[in-house]
């Protein structure tokens, strides 16, 4: 689908609802929340100096199962270098 293609559709869905405040109030809520996100996301990727990519459930599962103490970062320059990037 085109950018406009998207805006139609989106417009055309919220059309019935635009006849209730209360969920106009709703659709502003979440939209808000959706640019507050975003603009999260990006502040984020520029502190970390990378692209920040989402994962499938099935990998983002296994993040943080390891640690390590930072006596053992300290010992190990290979991990040192590794996490300070």
């Given at each position: 689908m085109t950018a406009i293609e998207l805006r139609e559709e989106l417009f055309r869905e919220?059309?019935?609802?635009?006849?209730?405040?209360?969920?106009?109030?709703?659709?502003?809520?979440y939209v808000k929340?959706?640019?507050?996100a975003r603009k999260i996301e990006q502040e984020a990727a520029q502190k970390k100096g990378?692209?920040?990519?989402?994962?499938?459930?099935?990998i983002e599962k296994w993040s943080g199962c390891a640690m390590f103490t930072?006596?053992?970062?300290?010992?190990?320059?290979?991990?040192?270098?590794?996490?300070?990037?």
């Amino acid at each position: 689908m085109t950018a406009i293609e998207l805006r139609e559709e989106l417009f055309r869905e919220m059309n019935p609802l635009l006849d209730s405040e209360t969920a106009m109030k709703k659709i502003i809520a979440y939209v808000k929340g959706l640019v507050v996100a975003r603009k999260i996301e990006q502040e984020a990727a520029q502190k970390k100096g990378y692209k920040v990519k989402n994962v499938s459930p099935d990998i983002e599962k296994w993040s943080g199962c390891a640690m390590f103490t930072q006596e053992e970062i300290d010992n190990d320059p290979r991990l040192k270098s590794i996490l300070s990037k």
